[in-house]
């Protein structure tokens, strides 16, 4: 059985940074892509950031590159989500999934891409 678990979001003011974790158990972590989604009330779940196995590629959406970045410890099977300068458009339920041993550059971003799927934590940044 695989267990998803997010831990470290919470509220923070503009600019600030949070750091998310996801621990991921039931799988041979280290042979599968891990990704990070994120939903807001009302809007449809968007992809935020993906990472291969080996953390030799990483993807992510236009709205949060150069200021997150996410990693991954395959010793501890963790991936990390580092949000700096936060925005208040960057509150949502935060989601981390497992991903498809080869992450493809074509739909990498699709939700059905990934098979198992955390509960969320939430970030909310005030302005």
């Known amino acids: 059985q695989v267990q998803v678990v997010e831990s470290g979001g919470g509220l923070v003011q503009a600019g600030g940074s949070l750091r998310l974790s996801c621990a991921a158990s039931g799988r041979t972590f280290s042979s599968y892509a891990m990704g990070w989604f994120r939903q807001a009330p009302g809007k449809e779940r968007e992809f935020v950031a993906a990472i291969s196995w080996n953390g030799g590629t990483i993807y992510y959406t236009d709205s949060v590159k150069g200021r997150f970045t996410i990693s991954r410890d395959n010793a501890k099977k963790t991936v990390y989500l580092q949000m700096n300068s936060l925005k208040p458009e960057d509150t949502a339920v935060y989601y981390c999934?497992?991903?498809?041993?080869?992450?493809?550059?074509?739909?990498?971003?699709?939700?059905?891409?990934?098979?198992?799927w955390g509960q969320g934590t939430q970030v909310t940044v005030s302005s």
């Open positions: 999934a497992c991903g498809p041993r080869i992450l493809r550059s074509g739909s990498y971003y699709y939700p059905s891409e990934y098979d198992y």
